[in-house]
């Protein structure tokens, strides 16, 4: 079955920097890959999607891309700022159906 | 749109007891999904309907869960009995097919112990 990585280790970082989190997947390779925001207490929220056949993907300060080679999702945030401290999660087509496996997720804290 | 509505927001239930979930999808999306999340195994996927119909329950740990989707606004989890090792959050999701050209709207879930 697929397997998912994301860093468990939570990424601090500074206000007005770039955060970049890093999804890996094992055996094959899905038609498209999400991202996920999940604050505490809430449901993930849908942020960008990127297919198989796209290199990048840009959302204002959010950019995703997807190497199909190294079986490897980034996710960066620009500029981040302190509202952007979240939980982000991967998650991958599990191969038609509209269904999606999905990582840990990654969390971020953005410090002022 | 309100979005997905689950309810209860919290359920506390001793062992052995029948618990129910419940999720209001979002009108007009015709996948809905159950999912379980908690610290060691994360968002596992439960089952999923597509236009009422179930069509893949094999994430459903054992035979004491159980889901059904009446109607396309209304879809209830019922585990019974219940077992301390249910405790975790369960979320329901709603999408609209296309195979990848849409995210999934996630209710604000139901955090469920069982003591």
């Known amino acids: 079955s697929q397997k998912i990585e994301q860093n468990s280790e939570a990424l601090n970082i500074q206000e007005g920097k770039t955060a970049t989190l890093t999804c890996n997947y094992t055996?094959?390779?899905?038609?498209?890959l999400q991202w996920y925001r999940q604050d505490p207490g809430r449901g993930p929220v849908f942020l960008l999607l990127i297919r198989e056949n796209e290199k990048e993907k840009r959302k204002e300060r959010l950019k995703v891309t997807f190497d199909t080679t190294l079986k490897q999702s980034l996710f960066h945030i620009t500029a981040s700022q302190p509202a952007d401290s979240a939980t982000y999660l991967c998650a991958l087509d599990m191969g038609g159906n509209n269904r999606l496996a999905f990582g840990k997720g990654n969390q971020v804290v953005v410090i002022p | 749109d309100a979005g997905v509505i689950q309810s209860p927001r919290h359920e506390v239930t001793e062992m052995g007891q029948e618990v129910t979930l419940r999720c209001k999808p979002i009108s007009g999306h015709d996948y809905l999904f159950w999912y379980r999340q908690t610290m060691m195994r994360g968002l596992e996927l439960l089952i999923y309907f597509n236009n009422n119909v179930p069509i893949d329950d094999s994430g459903m740990p054992e035979d004491r869960f159980s889901a059904k989707m009446p109607n396309a606004s209304f879809s209830t989890l019922k585990i019974q009995p219940s077992e301390p090792r249910d405790s975790a959050v369960y979320f329901c999701a709603s999408s609209l097919s296309g195979t990848g050209y849409y995210g999934y709207t996630f209710g604000s879930g139901t955090r469920l112990t069982v003591v």
């Open positions: 055996n094959y390779s899905p038609a498209y």
